[in-house]
């Protein structure tokens, strides 16, 4: 009789070698993903991770599973589109900081309010990385390395778990690259829940901002249990410095769309699916 085949995180790695500079927040991101793939034996041919354009946005490809590299911004747009058409798929999307808050920002808006059960991980190194280090939406005011913005964007950044909770999402984790394990334990409580949950990752970019090894003194992780109450959240992302890791916000709420009902006329349902729209 033939042994089971072990389900394995190295079972998740695709034969396809990640092409990140040594040292890049995103291999721990991979090796996350990989990790809580395994530790909830998910069926790899039935889970796809769909993502956009950048650095981080080559992860598809390294995993073995079912995967669409995108159109920069519309990860999450795709992402969407295959979990309404396909429920029974497990559904990860994921980007960078400029794909998903910049390009992808009305698509990043729109999913938390609508609340489609995926998940989309957010690797956040504040910086276009693949085009060689400009500034992005999340990006520091003063953040002056760039020859495009000597003295730095001059630009609020973007908070993108305060604009998630504003937006409507129901489930706002933080992580930070240098802690696998515990962006692997956040990746698995995002698939098992019910609704859009959004993980934002700090993930170094060695490269372009050498200066984010220093996010290693300046995480923390959470003891206290999420806010769960959108009031109570605010509260909290008002106080937040930006570091603080953990699930912050979990609040259950109706998942789209909602259910139809069961009919086997063709034109009954699509003016059902018609009305669905015509109400959002
Ligand atoms: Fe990673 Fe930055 Fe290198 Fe891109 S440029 S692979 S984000 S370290
Ligand atoms: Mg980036």
Not at 52 to 68: E, M, N, Q, T
Not at 105 to 133: P, Q, S, W
Not at 158 to 170: N, Q, V
Request: proline share 8%; aromatic share 8%; glycine share 8%.
């Amino acid at each position: 009789m033939n042994e089971p085949i072990a389900v394995t995180p190295k079972s998740f790695k695709s034969a396809v070698k990640p092409i990140w500079c040594p040292g890049c927040g995103h291999f721990s991101v991979l090796n996350a993903i990989t990790k809580a793939m395994a530790a909830l034996a998910i069926d790899k041919d039935n889970s796809v991770l769909v993502s956009g354009i950048g650095c981080s946005s080559r992860l598809p490809a390294y995993v073995d599973a079912y995967g669409f590299h995108g159109v920069h911004g519309r990860g999450l747009a795709v992402a969407q589109g295959l979990k309404v058409a396909r429920p029974e798929l497990t559904v990860i999307a994921l980007g960078g900081d400029g794909d998903g808050f910049s390009i992808g920002g009305n698509h990043f808006l729109h999913a938390c309010r609508r609340n489609v059960n995926l998940v989309y991980i957010a690797m956040d190194n504040e910086v276009y990385g693949m085009t060689k280090g400009q500034a992005s939406p999340t990006t520091p005011m003063d953040w002056d390395h760039s020859k495009l913005t000597p003295h730095g964007p001059g630009v609020r950044p973007f908070k993108p778990a305060a604009i998630a909770l504003a937006a409507g999402a129901p489930w706002i984790a933080r992580a930070y690259s240098g802690n696998p394990n515990q962006i692997a334990k956040l990746i698995a409580e995002a698939i098992e829940f019910e609704g859009f949950s959004f993980i934002h990752v700090l993930s170094q970019c060695i490269t372009f901002c050498p200066e984010q090894t220093d996010w290693k003194a300046i995480v923390h992780e959470r003891s206290e249990p999420p806010a769960d109450s959108a009031d109570q959240a605010a509260r909290l992302f008002l106080a937040d410095d930006g570091f603080a890791t953990g699930v912050l916000y979990r609040e259950a709420r109706a998942t789209w769309p909602p259910p139809s009902p069961v009919t086997t006329d063709e034109n009954e349902a699509l003016a059902t699916l018609a009305a669905t729209f015509e109400a959002q």
